[in-house]
């Protein structure tokens, strides 16, 4: 179940429609803990399994009492503070970190979700009702976290509660709809996200080219989309900087192996790999088939979490460019 993006002037609007608790958002990779008997394992939203890469978590998990299939967010935690994605990456790679990794860059899994227990789907059941169980089961585990909620009482407490979010060193604030069910695989306003003012954008990468100078051989220019209703991908910008020259050898082997045409300077790629974008600005384009241009991108950071049916749309770029007070053409 995926969540809505939700502005902060819409948030009165929203409650007249939906009562709601609310979560903070973290900042990390959205991860399914399946167990059944004395079997572990973790997945990403991409079904990959990646619990080699979190030995503890999945010891952890092998002390809960029962058969099931939890939902949540896989953290990297120090003295109670979430640390840089960038961090958590690097566990995702390590497919067996050894211990020194394992203290440098502790990890924890934040809970907040429940799907299945001892035979028995759950995700017809109201959220209030799956929470109930949720708190029943799973009891003081380190390295599993019940994820805190809180109650919305309006528009004032969710303001206040997304910033005491954000002091926190967390991304901002998901509001639920107290009687939702949990609808596997979609997208909706049952769950809700109030993240920081839109800065970034979640796009996939559509074609590769060949760098110049320190990184001539390496394919450092990743042009990349956003997506429209039907699922087509309308580009929207390029952007070279941001990655280490360690990363950009790393993706360099990826991209040979997903190209599906050649251009004069490099490759097209199936969409597979996915990143975050910043941008000073958006501007109006006849370049891009979207019709928009970044200004300034960078890569804030690589998403191999996500898949291209968790990228941006192009109505998110068309709010964010109205929401400018400098609408460049």
């Known amino acids: 179940m995926l969540a809505q993006p939700l502005q902060m002037n819409e948030i009165a609007d929203h409650l007249k429609e939906h009562e709601c608790i609310a979560e903070y958002k973290y900042d990390g990779v ?8 004395k079997d572990v394992e973790l997945f990403s939203r991409r079904l990959e399994k990646i619990g080699r890469s979190f030995p503890e978590i999945l010891q952890a998990g092998k002390r809960l009492p029962e058969e099931l299939v939890l939902d949540g967010e896989l953290l990297a935690v ?6 840089h994605f960038t961090l958590l990456q690097r566990r995702l790679r390590r497919k067996k970190p050894d211990e020194t990794l394992i203290q440098e860059i ?3 899994y934040n809970v907040f979700d429940i799907l299945y227990l001892n035979g028995k789907e759950l995700t017809s059941l109201q959220y209030l009702e799956r929470r109930k169980i949720l708190e029943s089961i799973l009891k003081e585990n380190v390295g599993i976290r019940l994820a805190p909620i809180f109650e919305v009482e309006g528009e004032e407490k969710v303001r206040a509660l997304f910033e005491e979010s954000i002091g926190l060193g967390y991304e901002g604030l998901m509001l639920k709809d107290v009687a939702g069910p949990y609808q596997l695989g979609s997208r909706g306003y049952l769950w809700v996200k109030l993240k920081r003012p839109l800065t970034t954008l979640t796009v996939v990468v559509t074609a ?3 760098g110049h100078g320190k990184r001539s051989g390496l394919l ?4 990349f989309a956003v997506r429209d209703e039907e699922g087509r991908l309308l580009n929207i910008g390029k952007a070279y900087s941001g990655l280490t020259d360690e990363e950009i050898k790393y993706y360099t082997n990826l991209f040979k192996n997903l190209a599906v045409g050649e251009l004069p300077t490099g490759y097209r790629v199936r969409p597979e790999i996915v990143l975050e974008v910043a941008f000073n600005s958006i501007q109006k384009s006849t370049r891009h088939e979207s019709g928009f241009a970044l200004r300034f991108p960078r890569i804030e950071r690589m998403r191999p979490d996500l898949s291209v049916n968790d990228i941006d749309t192009i109505d998110i770029v068309k709010k964010i460019y109205e929401s400018q007070e400098v609408k460049p053409e």
Do not use: A, C, I
């Open 208 to 210: 590769v080219e060949w």
């Open 30 to 37: 959205r991860v399914q803990l399946h167990k059944k008997g």
């Open 78 to 83: 120090k003295d109670d503070r979430p640390l």
């Open 106 to 108: 502790p990890v924890e």
């Open 220 to 223: 450092s220019d990743y042009t």
